[in-house]
């Protein structure tokens, strides 16, 4: 793809890479601490074709939450918003990404909300398919179709060293099938999640994702409507809501555009009919986004009006 470099861009890339020595690149998920901390690149690939990048765009990194988003949008489109929403909740949850609190004090078992990882498992533990590999087969082909990209593939390394660490979403799982919110093996799921989490690209990729949420499911470039406009709007309203955990909040009223972010540093964003925004910044702040990233949007939302509120 041809994305061209941009002085504007790299200015601000470079402002807001000061911010990354206050951040900590995730390491609970060990093969995500080898990330370098000082990185930053953005893309914006706009709903005309057209792309403008600074830092290193080619730079490859894992989607871990930013899967969320394309998972939900596929099995929303295997079942339906109903079925979908009998077991998983649409509420904001004021608690950390992997907070195991409201799955006991709020309608036992039933996930608040599909952003978080409680309700993300129970998402793709509704995939289609007969075999795990059918299902990541099936999502891999979804998020190819979205990045126009047939190389996009998963990183084996980050995939394992994520299913041999997450005990906590294991214990969610666990607890969420005592409750019949699925009936799927606990193993198959965490094979499926970790896979989902470990999907590769680069913010180019991202930029281009975002853009096809932009237009309301639309591919940019082969004008095929790939997500359903419904489904899309419910995404992108998660997105707003959900999408940057329990600081989605202050990124609404500083930024104020859907995006979603993962604890390897990517944040997908976008700006409805404009553009979509693919960021790679691996440094995190506490609540798990992207330090630098978080800091660029507030400067690129500053300075061109993005918020859309
Ligand atoms: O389940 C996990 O912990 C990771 N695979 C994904 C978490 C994540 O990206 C949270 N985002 N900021």
Known sequence: MNCRHNDELEHFVTEAKKVTVKGKVASYIPALAEQSGDDLSVAVYYTDGTCLSAGDVKEVFTLQSISKVLALALVLMEHGPEKVFHFVGKEPTGDPFNSIIKLETVNPGKPLNPMINAGALVVTSMMKGSTSSERIGRLLEFVRALANNRSISVCKKVAESEFQTSMVNRAM????????????????????????????????????????????????????????????????????????????????????????????????????????????????????????????????SENYSLSIF
Do not use: W
């Not at 965490?190 to 930029?207: F, G, P, R, V």
């Not at 609404?252 to 979603?260: D, E, F, H, L, T």
């Not at 409805?272 to 995190?284: D, E, K, N, T």
């Open 173 to 300: 799982c666990y607890y969420m099938k005592e409750h019949g919110i699925f009936q799927a093996e606990v193993e198959d799921v965490m094979d499926l999640y970790t896979k989902q989490c470990a999907i590769e690209m680069n913010s180019l990729d991202l930029a281009k994702i975002g853009c096809v949420f932009a237009l309301n499911g639309k591919h940019p470039e082969t004008g095929e409507q790939l997500i359903p406009k419904d489904i899309a709007r419910i995404c992108k309203t998660f997105m707003v809501t959900c999408g940057m955990y329990n600081a989605s909040g202050e990124f609404a009223i500083k930024i104020g555009i859907p995006a979603k972010s993962g604890v390897s540093g990517g944040i997908m964003g976008l700006v409805p009919y404009s553009f979509g925004i693919g960021i790679f910044g691996p440094a995190l702040d506490e609540k798990g986004n992207s330090i630098a990233g978080i800091r660029l949007l507030e400067l690129l």
